[in-house]
């Protein structure tokens, strides 16, 4: 038998910049990284897809990069595009096709640059589009939440939902840099400023109990609006975010291992049967909430560190339960239970879900009981 063997390995290298006010004339941030990607001969081209929960917000900024985009000397702003927000982006499958035939129309190529502002839906879906077109157009991310920020702004993964359910479609596509504006947070609606600190709590939990125990301390602030200790909690959170995607061994998942998504299984179930009414935050919030309780039935936390999880989560003014949770499960309409399967199935092989041995040190299992886990629903609906 003759074969020839192929093996290469790919680097991928970006930065996560943090500033205020991107697009003021006197901030070059922006301007500086992308004067240093200039090539001699070549005018690249802009192309900006906008959430429209920002434009809303923030009316002067099409007319603020139009303005900026002026003073750039190797680069041209072909077109500054509003999409809807939130998940109803990922929702929308024509409005994925229309946002690949504009790349066409304006003859974006591999030396272009799709940039995208906005939360993290409406990033997950340029993220897919600029990774399918001419099969791959260099990205760039401009995430205006605290979730995008600190968690999914600064990852590796795009994608949009399809057949209900969240991410089918999807690429590992890294961008080629991710600014975080501090500014574009300061006019969040206060259910998005708190349900961005989920994934904050969430990878303290499973990495780092010193941070999980700066949470506690700063909760009162962070609960309250306060910017400096957000931005102390989104650099914090997004560093240990990408040294794990960095440093895992699996930045792409090939395998089923996925500790970052600690809550998530039944987040991802929640957030469907809820048709989308609930922010992911929160969806994870509750999530963490029940895999905590479920961590604490199995004997692994002690009833003290369960109460700190907890309370953190109360003080941040998160959910703990949901009656969905609890719904009613039949053929055609499967309950949260339904979401282990599901995640399985994302994960591709065996089923691995992230518990709790202690505050700071996850761990990973391969079976759930479904009686146990109906006991923790119980205990998060009678108790908190």
């Known amino acids: 038998m003759a074969y020839i063997q192929q093996s290469f390995s790919v680097k991928f290298e970006y930065r996560v910049f943090f500033t205020e006010k991107i697009f003021d004339s006197s901030n070059s941030t922006f301007a500086d990284f992308l004067e240093a990607q200039a090539a001699e001969g070549i005018r690249k081209k802009l192309l900006f897809i906008i959430d429209e929960g920002v434009t809303a917000k923030h009316g002067y900024l099409q007319e603020q990069i139009t303005a900026y985009c002026e003073q750039l000397d190797n680069f041209e702003l072909v077109q500054d595009i509003v999409v809807v ?45 600029a990774a399918v077109s001419h099969r791959g157009v260099k990205h760039i991310r401009i995430p205006t939440t605290v979730l995008s920020q600190n968690d999914s702004g600064v990852g590796v993964k795009n994608g949009i939902n399809y057949h209900g359910k969240k991410n089918f479609l999807g690429s590992f596509a890294p961008p080629v840099a991710v600014f975080n504006d501090a500014f574009f947070l300061t006019t969040l609606h206060e259910r998005d400023w708190r349900s961005g600190m989920t994934e904050a709590v969430k990878v303290a939990l499973i990495k780092d109990a010193g941070f999980f125990e700066w949470m506690e301390a700063n909760a009162t602030k962070l609960s309250m609006g306060d910017l400096p200790a957000m931005q102390q909690l989104i650099y914090r959170c997004a560093a240990l975010h990408m040294a794990h995607i960095g440093g895992a061994g699996d930045p792409f998942e090939s395998g089923s291992s996925r500790p970052l998504d600690f809550g998530h299984w039944s987040a991802h179930k929640l957030e ?53 949770l609890e719904a009613d499960e039949d053929e055609d309409n499967p309950g949260v239970v339904a979401g282990l399967e599901e995640f399985r199935e994302h994960l591709g092989g065996q089923l691995t879900i992230s518990l709790l041995r202690a505050i700071g040190r996850g761990e990973e299992v391969h079976v759930m009981d479904t009686d146990l886990l109906q006991r923790a629903m119980t205990m998060l609906r009678d108790n908190w």
Do not use: T
């Not at 009414?277 to 029940?290: F, P």
């Not at 905590?292 to 003014?317: A, C, H, P, T």
């Open 85 to 129: 927000p939130g998940e109803a982006a990922k929702n929308d499958l024509q409005l994925f096709y229309w946002l690949i035939n504009e790349l066409e129309k304006y003859a974006i190529d591999r030396h272009s640059y799709v940039i995208g502002i906005g939360g993290g839906s409406v990033l997950d879906l340029v993220g897919y589009v």
């Open 272 to 324: 469907q049967l809820s048709d989308f009414e609930l922010r992911h935050g929160e969806a994870v919030s509750i999530g963490i909430a029940l895999d905590s309780v479920y961590s604490f039935l199995l004997g692994w936390l002690s009833e003290d560190e369960l109460l700190r999880i907890i309370n953190l989560l109360k003080q941040l003014r998160l959910p703990l339960y949901h009656p969905l």
